[in-house]
Nanobody, 115 residues
Framework: QVQLVESGGGLVQAGGSLRLSCAAS????????MGWFRQAPGKEREFVAS????????NYGDSVKGRFTISRDISKNLWYLQMNSLKPEDTAVYYC????????WGQGTQVTVSS
């Protein structure tokens, strides 16, 4: 079972940037893809971005295209979400996930964007 731990959340003003990190441990050889999701209060969990362990097949949710970038460092079992031009509507708990069927999840990290 893969364990995931997010870091890098916080409070930022609109237009600012943050970079989230996700550290994976335990059974990382089995990871096929990794990604990011978010959930705002009162809303359903939303897909943000994904990337294959191999580095290909990068996908983004429509609301973040052109502003967010997903990347990974497999030598360190880390992946990242660089978030630029943040908007108040990006405020949410951000989760990293891994696996063919998103089998493993982190505990989440809060991102708050003030207007």
């Amino acid at each position: 079972q893969v364990q995931l731990v997010e870091s890098g959340g916080g409070l930022v003003q609109a237009g600012g940037s943050l970079r989230l990190s996700c550290a994976a441990s335990g059974g990382t050889f089995s990871i096929y893809r990794m990604g990011w999701f978010r959930q705002a209060p009162g809303k359903e969990r939303e897909f943000v971005a994904s990337i294959r362990w191999s580095g290909g097949d990068i996908n983004y949710g429509d609301s973040v295209k052109g502003r967010f970038t997903i990347s990974r460092d497999i030598s360190k079992n880390l992946w990242y979400l660089q978030m630029n031009s943040l908007k108040p509507e990006d405020t949410a708990v951000y989760y990293c996930a891994a696996g063919t069927f998103w089998d493993s999840w982190g505990q989440g990290t809060q991102v708050t964007v003030s207007s």
